[in-house]
């Protein structure tokens, strides 16, 4: 027996789809690629842990331009991929392009002064928004256009643009159903652990390289020893990131994630779910003849 109207709207309520559209739809075969970039960007962070190198003063400075061959042919087919499966239109690209630029302008603001940066609290958004494909993309492609912009690129790029893709598939993923204030705390909470993941993995890019840290009087203290075990190895990295970054530069990061999200995202959110909405990512497009004038009419 029905409980009347509002038992029936709240059931409607209930069953209404989320209001969440994915700009970029990933498939099986999208999915394979996101997998296979995101295990390449694990090796490209993680293989000095596990060979036996020497530190050396040049980094990564000799093979990162081999790892940003790397990355960017994966970030092709990324988008080949979607783009043979339907998956990224030409709506999506558009809007791509805007964020991107959008990203590239707000980066300047903070320069990574004290830890303060800009350019990740709208990739945390775009991608709670857009989905984990579409997240994915634009923390590449915005870290690259902002660093074309900020005369940023370096052996640290594809480093960096690896890490930011990660940030923006991660939003994707979030629990879709969260709405309201638990939707932005939600996201302050992701934007911190953003943050200083971020900082982690850019430490982890040079760490093993470097020399003349020094650590109660023994130079060297913190650096990486080839050869030694694992867990001695990720020990003097944690005090190394406790040391350098955490306690400045990740927790300026982390603020300034916090203090956009809580002010900006609201607003924010409400545009860009407006904008999908309005660019109706994934639906379909009929042509039905108009009995008026003979014509073909676009429906959606």
């Known amino acids: 027996m029905s409980a009347g109207p509002a038992s029936d709207l709240a059931a409607a309520l209930d069953a209404r789809p989320v209001d969440r559209v994915g700009a970029v739809r990933v498939g099986r075969r999208s999915a394979v690629v996101l997998t296979v970039a995101t295990g390449a960007g694990l090796v490209m962070f993680c ?5 036996s190198v020497a530190p050396t003063p040049m980094q990564h400075a000799g093979d990162a ?25 030409s709506k999506a690209l558009a809007m791509l392009g805007v964020l991107s630029a959008i990203n590239a302008a707000l980066r300047p603001l903070g320069a990574g002064t004290a ?35 900020t005369a940023g690129v370096g052996p640290w790029l594809p480093f960096q643009m690896m890490a930011s893709a990660w940030i923006g598939m991660g939003a994707g993923l979030l629990p879709h159903r969260v709405r309201g204030r638990a939707e932005i705390g939600m996201l302050v909470g992701y934007g911190i652990v953003a943050a200083f993941g971020f900082g982690l ?37 944690a005090v190394y990131t406790a040391l350098t970054s955490t306690f400045g530069w990740d927790t300026g990061r982390a603020i300034t994630n916090t203090v956009a999200l809580l002010v900006l995202g609201p607003a924010v959110l409400a545009t860009l779910r407006r904008a999908s909405r309005g660019a109706s990512y994934g639906a379909p497009v009929r042509f039905s003849p108009d009995a008026a004038d003979g014509t073909s009419a676009d429906t959606r």
Do not use: H
Request: proline share 7%.
């Open 65 to 89: 331009p081999f790892m940003f061959m790397l990355v960017m042919p994966v970030l092709v087919v990324v988008v080949l991929a979607e783009l043979s499966e339907d998956g990224m239109d």
């Open 201 to 237: 993995l850019m430490n982890l890019w040079y760490w093993p390289f470097v020399t003349g840290v020094q650590l109660d009087g023994q130079e060297g203290g913190l650096s990486f020893v080839p050869g030694a075990p694992l867990l001695e190895n990720l020990q003097r990295f």
């Open 47 to 51: 293989w000095p842990l596990f060979a």
């Open 115 to 149: 830890g303060i940066e800009t350019v990740f609290f709208l990739l945390v958004l775009a991608g709670r928004v857009y989905g984990p494909g579409f997240g994915f993309v634009l923390g590449c492609t915005s870290l690259f256009t902002s660093a074309l912009v």
